[in-house]
């Protein structure tokens, strides 16, 4: 399955930019467990751009954000950020080009249970050592509707004002790729609207290639794209 917008309501391309899968074959396990989860996948994402991977449980769809995040080496294929092969980098190359170019964002949010919502964004600077590419995290808070909680702790907050801080410290960092997991698994309708809604606002503001994975079919509407991954293949 594939649904596109319209070229005039899609970023422009930009050569050399965002996240380009060329061929990526990943297989787990050993002798005869081995399973193939990615199987010579292509994807193209380009700045600005949302698309939505969609699929049933057990297609790769965790796999293919390893992958695309530096979490996990391909056993073939190339997988480029900005030009940067990030499949052929070393161990401490790839984890420090993780930390500066991608952003995560987790199903529940992922946040510290100790740190109010401006010091999880604070952590970014913190972690990174800071650079001219980063946010500033109270204005950050603010674009994402969430600066009246900046001294609000996650058990304080809803699932949605978590998952929107979540997608605050993702960009942080200004990051050339935002990966993101069911970001709705645990929201209501309302809820998981505004937080897709948000996500896409976000990735044109910020000119950052997109990829959500979800099996939310209310949401897709929101996406520019949207590819079906089914046995370790994408189609679309």
């Not at 600066?147 to 050339?176: C, D, F, V, Y």
């Not at 897709?196 to 794209?225: N, P």
């Amino acid at each position: 399955m594939t649904r596109t917008k319209s070229a005039k309501d899609r970023p422009a391309a930009d050569t050399g930019s965002g996240l380009v899968l060329a061929g990526v074959t990943l297989r787990l396990g050993d002798g005869d467990s081995t399973v193939t989860a990615l199987d010579t996948v292509d994807l193209s994402v380009e700045p600005g751009e949302f698309v939505a991977v969609v699929g049933p449980s057990g297609a790769g769809k965790s796999s293919l954000l390893a992958v695309a995040g530096a979490l996990t080496t391909p056993d073939e294929g190339t997988v480029t950020i900005d030009g940067h092969d990030i499949a052929t980098m070393s161990p401490a190359n790839r984890a420090a080009y993780r930390r500066d170019h991608i952003g995560f964002v987790f199903q529940s949010g992922n946040l510290l249970p100790a740190l109010i919502a401006l010091d999880q964004l604070r952590l970014v600077t913190h972690l990174t050592g800071g650079g001219e590419n980063h946010r500033d995290p109270r204005q950050l808070l603010e674009e994402v509707g969430m600066g009246h909680k900046a001294n609000r702790r996650p058990h304080q907050l809803s699932g949605g004002e978590r998952q929107r801080i979540g997608i605050a410290r993702a960009l942080m960092a200004t990051p050339s790729l935002l990966l993101v997991d069911e970001p709705t698994a645990a929201l209501d309708r309302a809820r998981s609207h505004e937080v897709v809604s948000l996500l896409a606002k976000e990735t044109k503001q910020s000119a950052v290639a997109t990829v959500m994975v979800t099996h939310d079919h209310d949401v897709l509407e929101h996406c520019d794209r949207i590819v079906e991954m089914t046995d370790g293949r994408l189609s679309g």
